[in-house]
């Protein structure tokens, strides 16, 4: 049996960013409604999908990661009842970039399957994370991640495939691509979360080492996937060919979202 078969998978969820690219929101963009519960008639926020996902997957346990002033968040999903899961929060550090982010949840995280998902993103289907760790289990890779076809891609991450099938390299928000699937959900082992965490603190290394205050350019998880595929791991695809997602990061695709969602969500 594959010993990572018998770990506890938990989520883990970055919800520290500023929501520049967005107007003025009377909340964090995390709990905008864009739907309603259809027995409870309560506003579905956007973050309530990915958890839902997470939950069909039977992941029980996330950790919520915030920015000072997101109180909005805790207040809102709470110890998690609502959703019968347990979540839990903590606080971001590091403002250079998602994998940052992470990396304060290692101390409680690394000896589990981790379920990364964004909060302001709607994807499909519904049991994209049950493959994702099917396939995890099967394989044993380092990382899988959950394919989907974009309009956008110089908004999102680009998986670059060989003509076996295989991840050759990610691409992070190019101006213009051949490139036909960005990755936007994913599972890992305990050696990317270790990876991770030393390529973070060798990050901020290089940044003392140098006497800058900071990065160039934010960092992505996709450069440290980037880097785990040049570190010969093993990061296998999952593609969802009748999937799709939405990101509302933008006001167009905010628009987008509320329009194409029903207004009675089930």
Not at 36 to 42: A, C, L, P
Not at 156 to 171: F, K, N, P
Not at 225 to 246: C, L, S, T
Request: charged letters at 25%; a neutral charge; one cysteine or more.
């Amino acid at each position: 049996m594959n010993f990572n078969s018998r770990r506890e998978v938990i989520g883990l969820i970055p919800a520290a960013g500023k929501a520049s690219r967005l107007p003025l929101l009377p909340c964090s963009k995390e709990l905008y409604p864009i739907g309603y519960n259809s027995r409870s008639f309560y506003p579905k926020v956007i973050s309530q999908f990915l958890l839902e996902n997470m939950r069909a997957a039977d992941i029980k346990r996330a950790y919520i990661i915030l920015r000072k002033g997101k109180w909005d968040i805790p207040a809102y999903f709470g110890d998690g009842k609502m959703l019968d899961m347990n979540l839990a929060y903590l606080m971001m550090d590091l403002p250079y970039g998602v994998p940052y982010t992470l990396d304060q949840a290692y101390p409680f995280v690394q000896n589990a399957i981790i379920a990364l998902g964004f909060p302001d993103i709607i994807f499909k289907p519904a049991d994209a994370y049950s493959k994702l760790l099917t396939r995890q289990r099967e394989s044993d890779a380092d990382v899988v991640l959950g394919l989907f076809s974009t309009p956008h891609p110089h908004k999102t991450d680009m998986v670059d495939l060989d003509d076996s099938g295989r991840i050759r390299s990610i691409h992070i928000k190019p101006s213009e691509t051949h490139l036909k699937y960005a990755w936007g959900i994913a599972v890992w082992s305990p050696s990317f979360t270790k990876f991770m965490h030393d390529y973070v603190l060798s990050q901020c290394k290089l940044f003392e080492n140098n006497a800058g205050d900071g990065p160039k350019r934010e960092m992505f998880v996709g450069d440290v996937i980037q880097a785990a595929i040049e570190n010969d791991m093993q990061v296998d695809p999952v593609i969802f060919k009748d999937g799709n997602y939405v990101d509302i990061g933008t006001p167009e695709d905010l628009i987008k979202a509320v329009r194409t969602i029903s207004k009675i969500v089930i």
